[in-house]
């Protein structure tokens, strides 16, 4: 159809055009000879009067050009001037008016010069619009002749449903045929499946000698039992020991380095234990795998011991290294409030918290000498709805010794810096703020409000972790008074 179309116009653009000036129609191949030889194309006047003719007036113009009586009426005066007499006056008043008469009618011509332009304007425009109008009337003969197609198409279309429909009516009786030998198919089908029923039965039947053995695993799930009761023995003593330290910072703050010694060395006692009830748990878990689904709830019961082993292993390893980071500082609590805590074995502890959700926690420091006491907490792989995605750290103001003289409820605001290692000017040191509060001194140990984030992308960049090393640097801010 639009081929058609395009056939269409082009022939009609073939067929005639007609001249903006004369109107008169023309081949298109002679419009342009046309054009050049028309007499009512309009030109400008050759000595520049400002006046527009149509070609054929040129000549008649000539003779009547402003510019050419100008000069003439200069010349005369030049020779009047010159053969006038002396003293005549009467040559003399009448002069200017004739110099103003013949300049009102150069600015007649003028403006009858230009109406006759905006007029021969206004002719082009009417045969433009004669022009389109034309082009209008051929183009709805065009559509007409293209609707008349597409309706012979839609017939054509019609028909071919028709054909296409008795078709598919035949097509239906060869598939009902077909159906009739899938049926045959089918009970053939079906002769095949009695026999893998009965091979079933012979498979339950040996299931149920499988389960007969299982039978014999009861005692080992006993014993998993008895070691599920000690390691919640283990938990409580662990609990207590926590609890004792606490009673024992608070009371004695001299004694404190001592008493946080001895508690160390009896996790140490039980840090045995759990690593020998570990060694179990492994063995047995190893043969609790080869049996049926029906041991899977027991698998889930020691993944879930096996993750509070390792936040209890990483509760030890954190006293272990406050431990040494007091040590180092030759004090038990540092007074400052401002810590740098070094974390070793990052790639280690990242996949313990990916596989366990491990909380690690800082040495504990003070905000000021003889001030509230600070630990902070930090999940590497982060936790709730960032989990994977960010590294959140949170700070905790602990029960401690000086409490009483202190002021309640407290907010302490801390800066907290990832420190960049490189030598790199560029690489920058990342610092957020955050509030650490409590509401009384009577309150046990309150968890961490408000969190900072960085993700994991920023952590991974050149300086923050060297040799598998991250500083995390916590600064106490000075409140104004």
């Given at each position: 159809?639009?081929?058609?179309?395009?056939?269409?116009?082009?022939?009609?653009?073939?067929r005639s055009v007609v001249c903006y000036f004369c109107n008169e129609q023309f081949p298109e191949?002679?419009?342009?000879?046309?054009?050049?030889?028309?007499?009512?194309?309009?030109?400008?006047?050759?000595?520049?009067?400002?006046?527009?003719?149509?070609?054929?007036?040129?000549?008649?113009?000539?003779?009547?050009?402003?510019?050419?009586?100008?000069?003439?009426?200069?010349?005369?005066?030049?020779?009047?001037?010159?053969?006038?007499?002396?003293?005549?006056?009467?040559?003399?008043?009448?002069?200017?008016?004739?110099?103003?008469?013949?300049?009102?009618?150069?600015?007649?011509?003028?403006?009858?010069?230009?109406?006759?332009?905006?007029?021969?304007?206004?002719?082009?425009?009417?045969?433009?619009?004669?022009?389109?109008?034309?082009?209008?009337?051929?183009?709805?003969?065009?559509?007409?002749?293209?609707?008349?197609?597409?309706?012979?198409?839609?017939?054509?279309?019609?028909?071919?449903?028709?054909?296409?429909?008795?078709?598919?009516?035949?097509?239906?009786?060869?598939?009902?045929?077909?159906?009739?030998?899938?049926?045959?198919?089918?009970?053939?089908?079906?002769?095949?499946?009695?026999?893998?029923?009965?091979?079933?039965?012979?498979?339950?039947?040996?299931?149920?000698?499988?389960?007969?053995?299982?039978?014999?695993?009861?005692?080992?799930?006993?014993?998993?039992?008895?070691?599920?009761?000690?390691?919640?023995?283990?938990?409580?003593?662990?609990?207590?020991?926590?609890?004792?330290?606490?009673?024992?910072?608070?009371?004695?703050?001299?004694?404190?380095?001592?008493?946080?010694?001895?508690?160390?060395?009896?996790?140490?006692?039980?840090?045995?234990?759990?690593?020998?009830?570990?060694?179990?748990?492994?063995?047995?878990?190893?043969?609790?795998?080869?049996?049926?689904d029906d041991l899977d709830k027991i698998n889930r019961q020691l993944a879930k011991q096996e993750k509070l082993v390792a936040q209890l292993s990483q509760q030890l390893k954190?006293?272990?290294?406050?431990?040494?980071?007091?040590?180092?500082?030759?004090?038990?609590?540092?007074?400052?409030?401002?810590?740098?805590?070094?974390?070793?074995?990052?790639?280690?502890?990242?996949?313990?918290?990916?596989?366990?959700?491990?909380?690690?926690?800082?040495?504990?420091?003070?905000?000021?000498?003889?001030?509230?006491?600070?630990?902070?907490?930090?999940?590497?792989?982060?936790?709730?709805?960032?989990?994977?995605?960010?590294?959140?750290?949170?700070?905790?103001?602990?029960?401690?010794?000086?409490?009483?003289?202190?002021?309640?409820?407290?907010?302490?605001?801390?800066?907290?810096?990832?420190?960049?290692?490189?030598?790199?000017?560029?690489?920058?040191?990342?610092?957020?703020?955050?509030?650490?509060?409590?509401?009384?001194?009577?309150?046990?140990?309150?968890?961490?409000?408000?969190?900072?984030?960085?993700?994991?992308?920023?952590?991974?960049?050149?300086?923050?972790?060297?040799?598998?090393?991250?500083?995390?640097?916590?600064?106490?801010?000075?409140?104004?008074?």
């Amino acid at each position: 159809l639009l081929m058609y179309k395009m056939d269409l116009k082009k022939d009609y653009v073939l067929r005639s055009v007609v001249c903006y000036f004369c109107n008169e129609q023309f081949p298109e191949e002679q419009l342009q000879d046309h054009v050049k030889q028309c007499g009512l194309v309009l030109e400008p006047c050759e000595r520049g009067c400002a006046a527009w003719l149509q070609r054929r007036h040129l000549d008649l113009h000539e003779s009547e050009c402003p510019r050419k009586k100008k000069h003439s009426t200069s010349s005369l005066q030049q020779n009047t001037h010159i053969s006038a007499p002396a003293g005549d006056e009467e040559y003399s008043e009448y002069a200017p008016a004739i110099v103003m008469f013949q300049q009102s009618i150069s600015s007649l011509r003028t403006a009858f010069n230009e109406e006759l332009r905006q007029r021969m304007k206004m002719i082009t425009d009417l045969g433009q619009l004669q022009k389109r109008f034309q082009q209008t009337e051929s183009w709805s003969t065009d559509v007409q002749a293209v609707l008349d197609t597409f309706r012979r198409s839609l017939d054509r279309i019609v028909h071919d449903n028709e054909a296409a429909r008795i078709k598919n009516h035949t097509s239906v009786e060869k598939f009902g045929l077909r159906c009739q030998v899938f049926e045959e198919w089918k009970m053939e089908i079906d002769m095949r499946l009695d026999g893998l029923r009965n091979m079933i039965l012979d498979e339950e039947n040996q299931r149920n000698q499988m389960e007969v053995v299982l039978n014999g695993q009861d005692s080992k799930l006993r014993r998993l039992t008895e070691i599920e009761e000690d390691m919640d023995l283990i938990r409580k003593s662990v609990l207590q020991l926590q609890n004792e330290a606490q009673k024992a910072r608070r009371e004695v703050a001299s004694n404190f380095y001592q008493d946080h010694t001895e508690r160390l060395e009896e996790l140490d006692k039980q840090k045995a234990r759990i690593a020998s009830f570990l060694f179990e748990l492994k063995t047995l878990k190893g043969t609790v795998l080869d049996n049926t689904d029906d041991l899977d709830k027991i698998n889930r019961q020691l993944a879930k011991q096996e993750k509070l082993v390792a936040q209890l292993s990483q509760q030890l390893k954190d006293a272990e290294d406050a431990r040494a980071f007091h040590r180092a500082l030759g004090a038990p609590v540092n007074g400052t409030g401002h810590m740098i805590w070094r974390i070793d074995n990052y790639k280690t502890k990242l996949a313990d918290a990916k596989a366990n959700k491990t909380l690690l926690r800082s040495p504990t420091f003070c905000s000021a000498k003889y001030g509230y006491v600070l630990r902070m907490e930090l999940h590497l792989n982060g936790n709730g709805k960032w989990r994977g995605r960010h590294m959140t750290c949170g700070l905790q103001v602990l029960p401690g010794p000086w409490d009483p003289i202190l002021v309640w409820p407290c907010v302490i605001p801390v800066e907290i810096t990832l420190r960049n290692q490189s030598k790199n000017p560029e690489h920058k040191s990342v610092t957020k703020s955050l509030m650490a509060k409590r509401t009384d001194a009577s309150t046990s140990t309150e968890a961490s409000t408000q969190l900072v984030f960085f993700p994991h992308e920023m952590v991974k960049q050149e300086g923050y972790i060297v040799d598998d090393i991250m500083f995390l640097e916590i600064k106490v801010r000075r409140q104004r008074r």
